[in-house]
């Protein structure tokens, strides 16, 4: 059955509560709190945020970008080293590697002149302690590494072959080097290349090593110079460096030649 309304309206509870409000201090908080701030009338800009992500995410997609070539440059480098072993590829993998990359950010670090000297007494002349002697013994008997840090192949490519003319040999991390012998003038000359780490292509790094006369005595006379990367590390080091090869190549020439020093 359906129910029908009379039309009147349900009697309503007018009355006002008599309990006492025991928190207005709260109560007036709680309604100034709910009264919406200056600030809150106005939505943030969504453009900021949404850029500052654009940027980190291109930030990282560049640096994921570089890591991927880095590392195709490094597997190519190493299908090539076994592919191939020819005279410009010298150098170990991890080492090419770094002068790859060396060379792709065109790093500069303390690129300044550079230059260094010294002279060092090899003996008295005598039948054997003589200018052509010592510069033989340097560019034919010793192994290129006695001349150029480091380096392990000389002649044709060779392992522990000596010194060629105009030829190519790799100072270890470094890079590679021209190498130089001029038996005229008894005179070695070590030059950077391209790719060397060091090198500076309008004003190359060289070692020159002179074997002279004086006084009747033999000296071996070594002179650094150039433009290059971490100038003032090459003046120190540098000639370290060159100083313990070549003390270290007299001795050996005494001692073979029966001069012990």
């Known amino acids: 059955m359906r129910s029908f309304s009379t039309g009147d309206k349900l009697p309503q509870n007018n009355e006002k509560s008599t309990q006492p409000n025991r928190f207005p201090d709260q109560n007036n908080k709680k309604l100034i709190d709910s009264i919406p701030k200056?600030?809150?009338f106005f939505l943030?800009?969504?453009?900021?945020s949404y850029l500052k992500?654009?940027?980190?995410t291109q930030l990282e997609y560049s640096q994921k970008k570089l890591f991927n070539s880095l590392l195709q440059d490094?597997?190519?480098?190493?299908?090539?080293y076994i592919i191939h072993d020819k005279e410009e590829e010298r150098g170990f993998i991890v080492a090419r590697w770094i002068r790859?990359?060396?060379?792709?950010?065109?790093?500069?670090?303390?690129?300044?002149e550079h230059s260094y000297e010294f002279t060092l007494l090899v003996g008295?002349?005598?039948?054997i302690i003589t200018e052509k002697n010592v510069f033989d013994f340097f560019t034919k008997e010793e192994s290129v590494g006695a001349t150029v840090?480091?380096?392990?192949?000389?002649?044709?490519?060779?392992?522990?072959?000596?010194?060629?003319?105009?030829?190519?040999?790799?100072?270890?991390?470094l890079g590679?080097?021209?190498?130089?012998?001029f038996s005229e003038s008894f005179t070695i000359v070590n030059t950077t290349q391209s790719g060397h780490l060091l090198h500076n292509p309008f004003n190359p790094g060289t070692v020159t090593i002179t074997i002279f006369r004086k006084d009747d005595k033999i000296y071996v006379k070594v002179k650094g110079e150039g433009i290059g990367n971490f100038a003032t590390l090459n003046n120190i080091l540098g000639k370290l460096v060159f100083q313990h090869l070549i003390e270290h190549g007299i001795n050996k020439f005494l001692r073979k030649n029966k001069f012990y020093k």
């Open 176 to 181: 590679k080097v021209k190498t130089e012998n």
């Open 38 to 40: 200056k600030d809150q």
């Open 74 to 80: 490094l597997l190519h480098i190493i299908l090539h």
């Open 149 to 173: 840090p480091l380096a392990l192949k000389g002649k044709d490519n060779v392992f522990f072959a000596s010194r060629e003319h105009e030829g190519i040999a790799n100072a270890f991390i």
């Open 124 to 127: 008295n002349v005598t039948e």
């Open 53 to 56: 992500i654009t940027d980190q």
């Open 44 to 48: 943030p800009e969504p453009k900021a």
């Open 100 to 112: 790859h990359i060396w060379m792709l950010m065109d790093c500069k670090i303390d690129a300044e």
